[in-house]
């Protein structure tokens, strides 16, 4: 027999191996919340580098955006994981008995801030003394927090627009802002780097970024649940610890208005601030989530008038599939 034929045979059989490989897994989608960027990171990851592939499952990322819904698409049986926003969102499906569940927490804090002027606030309180630009979702959620927590009031507060020209134009406004985006783009084109002011480290303490699946789900395919769970983690750990450029091809493929810089940018603020890697995540590996947190938060929003008290929110999260360290010998 030729080499030409051995390399051919070889050839044959590895293509035959791949597609065998690819029949075995389970195809599954993940949709996210926005236009892929680096917030999407870890799970951009675990698509490139085959973690997902390694547990069983074929994993399609559908990007969201200001036309898509892809938490109604998972109601709807379309998709089988979302990328949920903050606690509020599980405390709500429980109060509406949808069975979505949490499964676990991406991002220890979250990544909302209030963007001042340089030295118009040297604390989070002194904001205060600012008028504050803040989105009517923004008002309804962590803004009412504000005036219970802080003594924010409301009639310091103006409609954000999502336009950053008002703020540039007067030092006495502060605006809302997601801590990857909005102080990078006040530094481009405002020429000045902004003070930043977290909510997170005032005591806003939701998690965010939650990995959500329907109950139906978990019942009729738990290692489907597990092998998504533990392949985002090992996934989030790579991309911020490793090679990620992989991943950065495919999230510039997908959104061919994020550039190299932003995402540079983003990942160095959710490192820096510990979004994704802190809180109980340093313990319990990247995604945790807590009991005794969980209801901190809850009853945070009880006081601010934001969810009522008595609610059972138990069913709208689940720590079967977390806080199991994995991932945790990448760093």
């Not at 009522?308 to 760093?331: P, R």
């Amino acid at each position: 027999m030729t080499m030409t034929r051995v390399l051919a045979g070889l050839a044959l059989a590895a293509t035959t191996s791949t597609a065998a490989f690819a029949a075995d897994l389970t195809p599954v989608s993940f949709g996210t919340n926005w236009l892929a960027q680096a917030e999407h990171g870890g799970y951009y990851q675990a698509v490139a580098d085959g973690t997902y592939a390694a547990c069983g499952l074929d994993v399609t990322i559908q990007p969201g955006g200001p036309q898509v819904n892809n938490r109604a698409l998972m109601m709807a049986d379309k998709i089988q994981f979302h990328m949920g926003g903050d606690l509020l969102q599980a405390f709500n499906a429980a109060k509406e008995g949808i069975p979505v569940v949490a499964v676990a927490a991406t991002f220890q804090k979250h990544p909302q801030v209030i963007i001042a002027h340089p030295g118009k606030a040297k604390t989070f309180e002194d904001l205060k003394n600012l008028t504050l630009l803040i989105g009517d979702n923004g008002f309804a959620s962590y803004y009412q927090w504000m005036i219970a927590a802080y003594g924010f009031t409301a009639e310091q507060r103006q409609p954000y627009t999502f336009n950053p020209a008002p703020f540039l134009a007067d030092e006495n406004m502060a605006m809302q802002g997601y801590l990857s985006s909005e102080p990078y783009v006040i530094e481009k084109e405002g020429g000045f780097t902004p003070d930043v002011f977290l909510i997170a480290d005032a005591g806003y303490s939701t998690y965010a970024t939650t990995i959500e699946t329907m109950q139906k789900t978990i019942d009729e395919t738990p290692e489907a649940v597990k092998c998504f769970v533990d392949g985002s983690a090992i996934g989030w750990y790579n991309y911020l610890y490793n090679d990620n450029s992989a991943a950065n091809e495919m999230i510039m493929a997908d959104n061919p208005d994020m550039t190299q810089d932003k995402i540079d940018f983003a990942i160095e603020k959710m490192k820096s601030e510990g979004i994704v890697d802190s809180g109980d995540a340093l313990e319990l590996g990247i995604g945790a989530m807590t009991d005794e947190k969980i209801k901190d938060f809850y009853d945070k929003m009880v006081d601010a008038g934001v969810i009522e008290a008595g609610l059972d929110y138990s069913s709208a999260y689940t720590l079967e599939f977390t806080n199991q360290k994995v991932g945790m010998d990448l760093k």
